[in-house]
């Protein structure tokens, strides 16, 4: 425990540097995805925002963690997750893709804009016609 905490407390080598290099890239492209979700307009605009969450957020996390292993079979884990996120992120986006034309969106068309309500009608807004 005690060497643990001296190499700990050492100076970073380059295999760190790198390591937390693509962990805070991976967090930044996660983070922008996120708020791509939440703030693009249109369906497929908001697909891309979660592909890129989970293909370059996620691999270059992941990629991270590969780099920072000691174990061979830790890195192997993460590899394994690393390759299937990559077969299944593009399938998905794909899938979502096609129920969205299946449900009507029209990619041609682009985002719909946000109606404005109807103001209210005096007949609607007169309590005495009740």
Do not use: N, Y
């Not at 996120?34 to 979660?50: E, T, Y």
């Not at 780099?67 to 992120?89: D, R, Y």
């Not at 034309?101 to 209210?120: E, L, R, W």
């Amino acid at each position: 425990m005690e060497a643990v905490l001296q190499t700990m407390a050492g100076p970073l080598t380059v295999a760190d540097w790198i390591s937390w290099i693509c962990i805070g890239s991976g967090v930044f492209f996660a983070f922008t995805g996120a708020v791509a979700i939440l703030r693009l307009p249109g369906v497929f605009s908001r697909m891309h925002g979660a592909g890129m969450i989970d293909t370059m957020g996620l691999g270059l996390i992941l990629t991270g963690l590969m780099v920072q292993a000691e174990e061979p079979i830790v890195i192997v884990k993460l590899a394994l997750i690393l390759a299937f996120v990559f077969f299944t992120s593009p399938t998905t986006t794909f899938a979502l893709a096609r129920a969205a034309i299946h449900g009507g969106v029209d990619p041609a068309a682009g985002p719909t804009p946000k109606a404005d309500p109807a103001p209210a009608q005096p007949e609607e807004t007169d309590p005495s016609r009740t």
